[in-house]
T-cell receptor
Framework: IAGITQAPTSQILAAGRRMTLRCTQDMRHNAMYWYRQDLGLGLRLIHYSNTAGTTGKGEVPDGYSVSRANTDDFPLTLASAVPSQTSVYFC??????????????FGQGTRLTVV | GQNIDQPTEMTATEGAIVQINCTYQTSGFNGLFWYQQHAGEAPTFLSYNVLDGLEEKGRFSSFLSRSKGYSYLLLKELQMKDSASYLCAVRGGDYKLSFGAGTTVTVRA
């Protein structure tokens, strides 16, 4: 693998269920991000992490949680899914954190439908 | 937080030039990025500005004025494959990377 990988690619989920979206990168980037993209609203930041062991809230964090136990993985969890969380979710990573800036590289996205 | 504004849609003719403007308000500034996104695909990086001035990369150029909170992306010699959404993104003082809603560019023959 070279780059950033998300799983699953798509998912239909019953409301009230718990779901974890997986994101793994092999570029040793220290910063990682989760966005959701909805028509007309662009990419909205859910949570981010500037380095392993730290996380921060973005614009729309409610209903979502993240963890960053190591450099490579940044899972996003929906504790109890609701229909308004139907969206396309993108994970991204970049070499960040005060040592110089690079562009963010994006995963291929996860299309989640909550019914 | 960050406010990032860009036009919703633009239309241009094949071979022409289009300029997409982006204005922003941030708490601190650590760079401005432009991304291209085709329908159903992930965003891909186009350009990066952290200092004032023009950055040129082939048919694409990006300009930044930090004092005005303003950037533009210039697409020259438009091709049909340039039909896509163009996203302006700003990294603020807290290092969060925030995006505008995107500008959909339609190139017509």
């Amino acid at each position: 693998i070279a780059g950033i990988t998300q799983a699953p690619t798509s998912q239909i989920l019953a409301a009230g269920r718990r779901m974890t979206l997986r994101c793994t990168q092999d570029m040793r980037h220290n910063a990682m991000y989760w966005y959701r993209q909805d028509l007309g609203l662009g990419l909205r930041l859910i949570h981010y992490s500037n380095t392993a062991g730290t996380t921060g809230k973005g614009e729309v964090p409610d209903g979502y949680s993240v963890s960053r136990a190591n450099t490579d993985d940044f899972p996003l969890t929906l504790a109890s899914a609701v229909p308004s969380q139907t969206s396309v979710y993108f994970c991204a990573s970049s070499e960040d954190g005060g040592r110089g800036w690079t562009e963010a590289f994006f995963g291929q996205g996860t299309r989640l439908t909550v019914v | 937080g960050q406010n990032i504004d860009q036009p919703t849609e633009m239309t241009a003719t094949e071979g022409a030039i289009v300029q997409i403007n982006c204005t922003y308000q941030t708490s601190g500034f650590n760079g401005l990025f432009w991304y291209q996104q085709h329908a159903g695909e992930a965003p891909t990086f186009l350009s990066y500005n952290v200092l004032d001035g023009l950055e040129e990369k082939g048919r694409f150029s990006s300009f930044l004025s930090r004092s005005k909170g303003y950037s533009y992306l210039l697409l020259k010699e438009l091709q049909m494959k340039d039909s896509a959404s163009y996203l302006c993104a700003v990294r603020g003082g807290d290092y969060k990377l925030s995006f505008g809603a995107g500008t959909t560019v339609t190139v017509r023959a």
